[in-house]
């Protein structure tokens, strides 16, 4: 039943119905503000202060015509509660010219379609900006989850924690949007995909105290947890902690979205972070902050025009200076892995160190990983300290860049540099690169890669292959077999007229022994599987849309997950002999989304034999939180796990005379649902290829 401040709009007459509304109630203060539950069309009384709105209808237009929605009237904005306007499983509202302020959330909407909201202001709600490191949940000015097909236009949210959230939100537009001066985030993305952004003001997303270096995270632009295939064109995210920050803190990565004419510049930070692959940055502007784009773990990115100048200067910020003698710069890859990156025609003038970085791995030399299969074309390097600083990088190719004035060289080789190769340039564009190709092979089965449908516009086309470090020919084609299971990085780079371009393939090489428990026996339900938390309840489900091993890989669906140690256990249908000297072998693709992600070790083996002894195996290090190639965060992670221990195993328990059960073990932090995929689990016998 409504409470006694509760009204709710029939679909009659609206506005004289909300005239009797605001005759019974005076002008209200404190707690006599009404709280409004629509069903019709409704135009609020600009004469009221209400205490909130609930749209419970579909279909349905709120004019606020100016009045405002208050919660706390003064006060620490830290401490606000509630939410001012709230609407849930709703289709097809619009809400224009209202106002919210005081409040936990200004505007709330969750499992709703073809939301308008236009001309609304939703400032002074949440907002901490003496908060230190971490997240607040989710708070602030604008809060959309599981939103489709919406649009925001022309609405201000300043001074909050997260001015505008979406979560699970996808095909919406936001539009023309002041989102400006918030304590965490102006705008964040949290597995939302295929959103446009367009022409907002995002700037000055900020928290930081006088003096601080890092400004706690806090950022213009925040994209978490696989928020993927989106555009932003054309905002500005200046004056940030960063300004466009591209976060990977559980391993689930956001790719394919396209960030175009953005301004990011004057960032205390970076004026770009992005920690994922497979994103487009074009025509952007990043200059004044710490460095212009700081892309680490960043395998086939994409930078074509963007402006990179005056990063780590002395006189501005210069936080982080992680290049040799305390240098900065406009570009740089460093700190993850670099394959397959492209960058044209980018302005790097006037950087603390240098225009353009390529580092790989410096605590291993360049062993653990390279910036590898890199094109750099038509970019302008002038007045750094180093025009282009390569260390630790394999198989880039150099042509048309302009460079003046660089202090300490134009192309600076700092150690472990191969496969460099400068070319002339004759052509006006560059090839087109095309590769076709599986993803997928045995041990000891011929593949083929054919690249020979590439094309330029007149003359011909120079092929060159590599496959990690192994050299593959200059032919258009390449056929090879691999003797070990594992990531095989598959590269090729087509040049014509000194202009070149790239494609690749991430082949997955796997033993195909038989499998126990993870490939359908017949068209049957999962049987054998079970879990041993009696907390979390999991489906098992075999998947065929996309197996590595066989017909078909197991998914385990963990929700809801009680948090902390979770064991998938597969009682075989019978004991086996334990394979002496042999090793527990699977492939693993896992996704979390809580933040952190992974804990105490993952993934834990027991082996558990007739008798009801165990054997325990556990990683010396987190091979989930920290996998040892980049492509394992999104593809396949194939983990052998020696019986007797080492390599990277310690054992404990009792000795085993057979295998009758298998438990794989995961450990988060949080609770969320938790989605495992195993596939080619089994006992290798000893002599298995290493990997």
Partial sequence: MPGPFTRSIRRASPVVTLLAVACAVAPARGADRPVLEITADTVLDPAIEYGGLVIRASDVTVDGAGALVLG?????????????????????????????RGFERGLHVSDAEGLSVEGCDFSDNFHDPGFGWGEQGRRGGILLERVTGSRLENNR??????????????????????????????????????????????????????????????TCVLLESGSSDNRFIGNDCTHGGDGIFIRVLNGWVSTGNVFEENDCSFANNNCVEAWAPRNTWIRNVANGGSYGFWLGASDGNVLVENEACGNGSPDGPHNSPHLPREGHAGIVFMFGPSSHTILRGNVCRGNNGAGIAAIGDLASAGTAWRAF???????VLEGNRWGLYLRHADMVDLAGNRCADNGEGDVVDAGGVTGLVRHEVTAATPPRAALSGPGRAAVGETVRFDASASAAEGGPVAFRWQLDREAGGTAPTLERAF???????????????????????????????????????????VTGWRCEDPDSRVAFAFDDADPLVGRAALVARIDPYAGGRTTLVHDLPRAVPTPVGGALVVWIRARNPHVPAWQDGNPLFTLRDSAGRETILAPETDLLAAPPSTEAREGWLRIEAPLGGGEGWKRTGEDIADVAAIGIGFDSWGAPPLEIRLDGLHLAPPGTPAP
Avoid at 85 to 90: C, F, L, M, Q, S
Avoid at 509 to 522: H, I, K, L, R, S
Wanted: proline share 4%.
């Fill in 373 to 379: 299969h890199w094109i750099a074309e038509d970019n």
């Fill in 157 to 218: 949210a300043n001074r909050t924690w997260d001015a505008c959230t979406l979560v699970d939100s996808s095909d919406n537009e936001i539009a023309g949007n002041d989102f400006s001066h918030s304590s965490n985030t102006c705008l964040k993305l949290w597995t939302s995909r295929a959103n446009v952004v367009r022409d907002n003001d995002l700037s000055w997303g900020i928290r930081i105290d006088p003096g601080e270096v890092h400004a706690r995270d806090s």
């Fill in 483 to 525: 003797a070990a299971p594992g990531l095989v990085r598959v590269a090729v780079t087509v040049t014509s007229g000194g202009r070149s371009d790239l494609a690749w393939r991430d082949l997955w090489v796997v033993d195909e022994a038989p499998e126990t428990g993870t490939e359908p026996a017949g068209d049957g339900p």
């Fill in 72 to 100: 706390a009237d003064g006060g620490d904005p830290k401490g606000f509660t509630g939410t001012g306007i709230r609407a849930e499983g709703v289709t097809g509202v619009r809400l224009t010219n209202v106002r919210v």
